[in-house]
C-alpha cells in the first residue's frame, strides 16, 4: 500500500508533456526557491492538494497565475465547524451518494485528484517529485495517487448500487480523526475495478492482512461494512468461494455485536441519526447480497436466516443524505399493509428487501414435480403481490425530479429473476445453454431439464427474461448497475437461448435475436470492469452460434426439401416426369 507506483510523465507549465528533445532537467537555485510549503492560493481556494512546485502542477494545466500567501496553517477562524459527526468508533463507520456527474472512467487514471482528506496519510504519496535517474540528472516523475482515486471511482460509480455507509462529508470528517485502514482499503480494492492501473490485488493483501490479523483491526461494525465491500468485490472479479466465506464471517460477526437489533444502531450511533440509519443500512445490505448471491449463483442457501429480526427498514436515499430521517418502520408493517388504515410511505431500499424476501422464499422451498402444487401456487402469490401493491411511484424508475433510482432498480430485477428461478422446471430449457453458460453459475448444479412442460408457466417464464433485457434499455450507465446485473442477463439469456432452440425453424425469431444480442453487448460493455461479465458474453455468444448454425443448416435442409418436392409435382403437372418411371 505504501510503495510508489509511477506513470507517465505530466504535463509542462505550458500544458504539454515533456519531450524527448528536453527529457531531463536540473534543478537550479531560482527552482529551488519556487517550491513554497504552502499551497497556491488557487489550490486553497478550491480546497485542493497543492504539490508546492513555483508554477503548481494544476495551475500550470489549467494556464491561470499560481500565486503564494503566506500560511496562515492553524487559524481556524470564527465559523470553525462544530458540526456533529459520526463518532470515530469502529462502530459508527459507513459511505456515500456519488457525485451526479458523468465521468468517464477512462478518464479516471489521468483526473487530478480531489479531497485529499479521504486518504490517509500512511496512504497518500506525492503526485510530483524530483528524483536523480542513473546519470546523476533530475527528472520529475509523476506518482498516481491510486488509492485517493479509487475512493472517489468508489463514490461515482458503485456507492449508489450497495448505499450503506453514511454520507461521504460525514466519512470523511470521521477518516480526519480516526483513518481506519481496514475501512478504507476494502473501499480502495471496490474502487479499483474502475481505475485503470490500480494494483488491486496490492489491495486486497492488504485487507487480507486485517482478516488474518497480521495488521490490527477492531472487530466492530467498521469491520463488518469492510468485509462486506471486500466479499462484493471478489464475487464481481469471479472469486464467489471466497466471496462466500467473507460474507458468512461478516455475517457471524454482526450476530455477535447484535447488529440484528433494533437496539443496535441506537446504542452505537453516538447521538447522530445518519450513523444509527447505516448501521441499520449495514446489516439490510448484509442481508440482501446474501441472498443474490445464493440465488444469482445459484449455490444455495449459506446465510443466516433470522425471522425475528427487527432492524426498522431503511428510508429513502435522499432523506439519508440529507440527514433527516423520518420516522421508522418494520418490515412487519409492511406486510401488513393492506390492511392497516395507517398511510405508510415505504422507501425503495424497502421494496428491494422484500423482493429479496421472496427469492428468499424460492430458495427455500423444495423442487415442485407439478405445476398445480400448492407451495408453488403460495411463491407465485407472494410475487403477484409484490407488483400488485407496488406504489404508482415505484412502477417508475426515475423520480419526479428526474433522477434514477437504482434501489427500485434492483428491487424489479430481483423480481423477474425469482420468477425465473420458480418456473425453470416447467420451462424447456436447452441443455447446451444451461451447461455452457456458467458465467455465474460456475461449479453449482445445473438445473435439470423440465419433466413436465406447463405452457402458461413457460409463458410467465420468458416474459421475466424479457423483461431482464428491457432493463438494458434505462438511460442510465450500466456500468452504475450492481454487479448482480451481470447474472440476472446471464439467467435471462439461458431463457432466450432456450427458446429460440426450441421455435420451429420456419418461425420468425428477428425480435428474439435482438434480445440476445442486446444482453451479449450489455455484458460485453462492463467486461472490463467485472471480469465475470467477460466470460458470460463469450459463453452467450459460443451458444448462440451454435445456435443459430443448427437452424441455418436445418432451414437449408427443409427449402432444398420443398424445392425438390415443389419442382417433381411441377414436372407432374407439365408431364415432363412420369410416375410410372
Not at 466519512?171 to 475501512?183: A, S
Not at 427487527?310 to 428510508?315: E, H, K, R, S
Not at 398445480?372 to 407488483?387: F, K, Q, S, V
Request: charged share 20%.
Amino acid at each position: 500500500m505504501g510503495s510508489s507506483i509511477r506513470g507517465g510523465s505530466p504535463p509542462t507549465n505550458d500544458g504539454s508533456a515533456n519531450s524527448p528533445k528536453n527529457p531531463v532537467s536540473t534543478p537550479t537555485a531560482a527552482d529551488n526557491q519556487g517550491f513554497k510549503p504552502t499551497a497556491c492560493v488557487a489550490c486553497r481556494d478550491k480546497h485542493l492538494k497543492c504539490d508546492g512546485l513555483r508554477t503548481c502542477t494544476r495551475c500550470a494545466a489549467q494556464s491561470i497565475p499560481c500565486v503564494y500567501l503566506k500560511s496562515r496553517r492553524g487559524y481556524r477562524g470564527p465559523n470553525a465547524s462544530n458540526k456533529q459527526v459520526c463518532s470515530s468508533n469502529a462502530s459508527d463507520v459507513g459511505g456515500a451518494i456519488s457525485d451526479p456527474t458523468e465521468v468517464d472512467p477512462s478518464s479516471i487514471a489521468s483526473m487530478p485528484p480531489v479531497a485529499d482528506d479521504v486518504v490517509p496519510m500512511s496512504l497518500d504519496l506525492p503526485l510530483v517529485s524530483n528524483e536523480a535517474n542513473s546519470t546523476g540528472l533530475y527528472t520529475r516523475v509523476f506518482r498516481p495517487n491510486y488509492p485517493q482515486r479509487c475512493m472517489e471511482a468508489f463514490y461515482q460509480y458503485f456507492y449508489d448500487a450497495h448505499p450503506f455507509m453514511p454520507p461521504r462529508q460525514q466519512l470523511l470528517q470521521v477518516l480526519k480523526q480516526n483513518p481506519m485502514e481496514h475501512l478504507q482499503t476494502a473501499i480502495c480494492f471496490v474502487g479499483s475495478r474502475y481505475v485503470p492501473g490500480a494494483p488491486s490485488s496490492s489491495f486486497a493483501l492488504e485487507f487480507e492482512s486485517y482478516l488474518s490479523g497480521n495488521k490490527p483491526a477492531p472487530k466492530g461494525a467498521s469491520m463488518v461494512q469492510a468485509m462486506l465491500l471486500f466479499a462484493l468485490g471478489l464475487d464481481g472479479n469471479n472469486e464467489r468461494k471466497k466471496a462466500i466465506e467473507i460474507l458468512v464471517k461478516a455475517q457471524n460477526l454482526a450476530i455477535d455485536l447484535g447488529m440484528s437489533r433494533r437496539e443496535y444502531s441506537l446504542a452505537n450511533g453516538r447521538g447522530s441519526l445518519t450513523c444509527e440509519e447505516s448501521l441499520r443500512r449495514t446489516w439490510w445490505e448484509l442481508y440482501v447480497v446474501s441472498i443474490m448471491v445464493a440465488g444469482f449463483h445459484r449455490t444455495g442457501t449459506f446465510y443466516h436466516r433470522d425471522p425475528l429480526s427487527n432492524v426498522p427498514l431503511p428510508c429513502e436515499e435522499k432523506e439519508f443524505a440529507s440527514g433527516f430521517i423520518p420516522q421508522l418502520h418494520t418490515i412487519e408493517q409492511m406486510d401488513d399493509d393492506s390492511f392497516d388504515d395507517e398511510d405508510i410511505i415505504f422507501s425503495s431500499y424497502a421494496y428491494r428487501i422484500a423482493a429479496a424476501r421472496n427469492l428468499d422464499r424460492i430458495l427455500q422451498s423444495k423442487d415442485f414435480l407439478f405445476p398445480d402444487d400448492p407451495a408453488l401456487y403460495r411463491l407465485e402469490a407472494h410475487l403477484t403481490n409484490w407488483h400488485l401493491y407496488l406504489p404508482d411511484n415505484k412502477r417508475s424508475l426515475f423520480d419526479d425530479f428526474g433522477m434514477f433510482d437504482e434501489m427500485l432498480f434492483q428491487a424489479h430485477m430481483i423480481a423477474h429473476v425469482s420468477t425465473l428461478l420458480l418456473y425453470r422446471h416447467f420451462s424447456p430449457l436447452d441443455g447446451l445453454a444451461a451447461r455452457t453458460i456458467t458465467s455465474c453459475t460456475e461449479g453449482s448444479v445445473v438445473p435439470a431439464i423440465g419433466t413436465t412442460l406447463d405452457a402458461v408457466h413457460a409463458r410467465s417464464t420468458i416474459q421475466a427474461a424479457s423483461n431482464i433485457s428491457k432493463l438494458i434499455t434505462i438511460p442510465r450507465p450500466l456500468l452504475k448497475h450492481t454487479h448482480f446485473f451481470i447474472c440476472a442477463l446471464a439467467l435471462s439469456s439461458i431463457t432466450h437461448l432456450s427458446f429460440w432452440a426450441t421455435l420451429p425453424v420456419m418461425a420468425p425469431d428477428q425480435d428474439l435475436k435482438q434480445q440476445i444480442r442486446m444482453n451479449m453487448g450489455a455484458l460485453k460493455a462492463v467486461a472490463s470492469f467485472w471480469p465475470s461479465a467477460g466470460i458470460g458474453s463469450r459463453q452467450v455468444m459460443k451458444v448462440a452460434q451454435s445456435i443459430y448454425t443448427n437452424r441455418k443448416d436445418a432451414v437449408s435442409e427443409e427449402f432444398w426439401r420443398d424445392f425438390i418436392e415443389d419442382d417433381f409435382m411441377g414436372g407432374l403437372i407439365d408431364g415432363s416426369v412420369s410416375i410410372d418411371n
